[in-house]
């Protein structure tokens, strides 16, 4: 069985100070764990993934997450927010025991960012 | 780069219409799925495929079925729409049914049934 739980519904930053939104998994197996963003009225798209080989995975405009296995957490950071980064977040846990498409989603974090 | 096409973004239908929403995909991908998005309520899986003429239920079923003819396209169809099935719906696909595989997604369509 599989879980993932997105810590914080809402999180506003101000531009330019980092971002942490937070991100902890359950997985009877070794883990698949990606990060998407959507920005409003868009579909979801690819941020970065880990699939067992680096702990750290650097993902697409500057956001990087890191796989703490003794945490059972996948936190997405970026150092300094963007405007642009404005978007609601997923975290999503896909394990072994499943296909695909039963990956499981979380409910999101609303990234506001103030000027 | 990996296309998936909505084909309708905003639709508004009637209580009891059939509605058909469709979804093409180009690459090639043996996975998609049609998943609802709400408020407070996250992405919820309807239906997905493995296959061409294959399917299954994901967790939220009643009320829809899916079409997967061609191994590109797969439709949602609300054999009779309700109110409650005012939502947004996302088509996705993936290459197999690997774990590691990306999920790619649509850009969603908007029904607001009246």
């Known amino acids: 069985a599989q879980s993932v739980t997105q810590l914080d519904s809402h999180v506003s930053v101000s531009e330019g100070t980092p971002v942490l939104l937070r991100c902890n998994y359950s997985?009877?197996?070794?883990?698949?764990l990606f990060w998407y963003v959507q920005h409003p009225n868009k579909g979801l798209q690819l941020l970065l993934k880990y699939t067992s080989a680096a702990t750290l995975v650097k993902g697409i405009n500057g956001f990087e997450a890191e796989f703490k296995k003794s945490e059972t957490s996948f936190h997405l950071t970026k150092p300094s927010a963007h405007m642009s980064d404005a978007a609601e977040y997923f975290c999503v846990v896909s394990d072994r025991g499943t296909n695909a498409g039963k990956s499981t989603f979380g409910d999101g974090t609303t990234l506001t960012v103030k000027p | 780069d990996v296309k998936v096409t909505q084909s309708s973004r905003y639709l508004v239908k009637r209580t009891g219409e059939k509605v058909f929403l469709e979804c093409v995909q180009d690459m090639d991908h043996e996975n998609m799925f049609w998943y609802r998005q709400d408020p407070g309520l996250g992405l919820r899986l309807i239906y997905f495929s493995y296959d061409v003429k294959m399917k299954e239920k994901g967790d939220i079923p009643e009320g829809y079925s899916v079409s997967r003819e061609k191994k590109e396209r797969f439709s949602l169809i609300l054999e009779s729409a309700s109110t409650n099935q005012t939502s947004m719906y996302l088509c996705?696909?993936?290459?197999?049914?690997?774990?590691?595989?990306?999920?790619?997604f649509g850009e969603g369509s908007w029904l607001t049934v009246v």
């Open positions: 996705a696909s993936s290459l197999t049914g690997g774990m590691g595989n990306t999920i790619y």
């Open positions: 997985s009877s197996y070794s883990p698949s």
